[in-house]
């Protein structure tokens, strides 16, 4: 039941957090705000997963941060919508740039949090267990 719990809360705060920026971030011609939420979602869930690879005591907080918080800031459906709207009103260029900047600025940076990640909290952990 605490997994629910903390899928629930991460989940919660993910989802006002992408609205507030979605309110922030307006723009008519070009899905801005969606873009930037998917890819830091994509880097923090690459941070999180590398630190949690090496932290298994924290599976509650894993999942808060994991599963509830990047999976309420992110959304596939949002970037599925908006790119067949911006074709079906014709704007295939724009459409063509979302796919091609959403797709490989998200996979980088979850590559980059998980690399980024996996340096600092192994080197931590290698030190620790030096001491």
């Known amino acids: 039941m605490k997994a629910y719990f903390a899928v629930f809360i991460g989940g919660l705060i993910g989802t006002l957090c992408r609205y507030e920026l979605s309110q922030a971030v307006v723009s008519e011609s070009f899905p801005y705000a969606t873009l930037i939420e998917n890819v830091i979602g994509s880097l923090l869930l690459g941070l999180s997963t ?77 030190q620790k267990g030096s001491k």
């Open 50 to 126: 590398g630190y949690f690879m090496f932290r298994k005591d924290k599976k509650y907080l894993a999942a808060l941060i994991g599963t509830g918080f990047c999976g309420g800031f992110t959304t596939m459906s949002t970037f599925s919508k908006e790119t067949v709207l911006l074709l079906q009103t014709g704007q295939f260029t724009s459409s063509v740039m979302y796919i091609l900047s959403s797709v490989p600025f998200g996979v980088a940076a979850a590559l980059c949090g998980l690399m980024m990640s996996q340096r600092l909290f192994h080197q931590n952990k290698q």
